[in-house]
């Protein structure tokens, strides 16, 4: 039950976009299409904001996508705007009703 | 809509014991998984444990397995987190939140903080 591998931060001016990328193994990520992306804010409760790679819950800004290839999947932030900065974590299924989530990445929009 | 409520942290010393609380309220607890996810003081997150809806399943991250117990009281919409033996390393905010079907946690409580040390 390694963690997922994501860079500690990234950042980006208002209006760009950034990609956050989260590396796992042939047994976690790569093996299922249940990997899932949460924004926490400091202080507050992670939210959900994509589901099974690349799927948006009702709700969530189509600003945010997910895409994955291998072992990596990654968030993409499209039009930053100041309320994205936050910690984003990516999760796993893992095999046998277990999950992995990853490090964390601090985005920070300049 | 679906609210979690987590209590039960504190202060505890190492090797003691403690029991957090999941109140949930807004959908049909008896229909959904629950998990505990922790997050100690400026690190990542962390899964820490599976109940299927029912009771009859449960799982367990290597880090707590044989010190910590999931429960639920589906009477009572209560999800339960005993925590036995605990560490220092086991100091964080406990969340807990709603599974869907496997594939993620949609719903998060605000967690509470248990703190180990002596």
């Known amino acids: 039950q390694s963690a997922l591998t994501q860079p500690a931060s990234v950042s980006g001016s208002p209006g760009q976009s950034i990609t956050i990328s989260c590396t796992g193994t042939?047994?976690?990520?790569?093996?299922?299409?249940?990997v899932s992306w949460y924004q926490q804010h400091p202080g507050k409760a992670p939210k959900l904001m994509i589901y099974e790679v690349g799927k948006r819950p009702s709700g969530v800004s189509n600003r945010f996508s997910g895409s994955m290839s291998g072992n990596t999947a990654s968030l993409t932030i499209s039009g930053l705007q100041a309320e994205d900065e936050a910690d984003y974590y990516c999760c796993s299924y893992a095999g046998s009703a277990t999950f992995v989530f990853g490090g964390g990445t601090k985005l920070t929009v300049l | 809509q679906v609210q979690l409520v987590e209590s039960g942290g504190g202060a505890v010393q190492p090797g003691r014991s403690l029991r957090l609380s999941c109140a949930a309220s807004g959908f049909t607890f008896s229909s959904y998984g629950m998990h505990w996810v922790r997050q100690a003081p400026g690190k990542g997150l962390e899964w820490v444990a599976i109940i299927y809806y029912d009771g009859s399943n449960k799982y367990y991250a290597d880090s707590v397995k044989g010190r910590f117990t999931i429960s639920r009281d589906n009477s009572k919409d209560t999800l339960y987190l005993q925590m036995d033996s605990l560490r220092a390393e086991d100091t964080a905010v406990y969340y807990c939140a709603r599974d869907r079907s496997l594939r993620d946690f949609d719903h998060w409580g605000r967690g509470t903080l248990v703190t180990v040390s002596s």
């Open positions: 042939s047994s976690d990520v790569g093996s299922y299409n249940l």
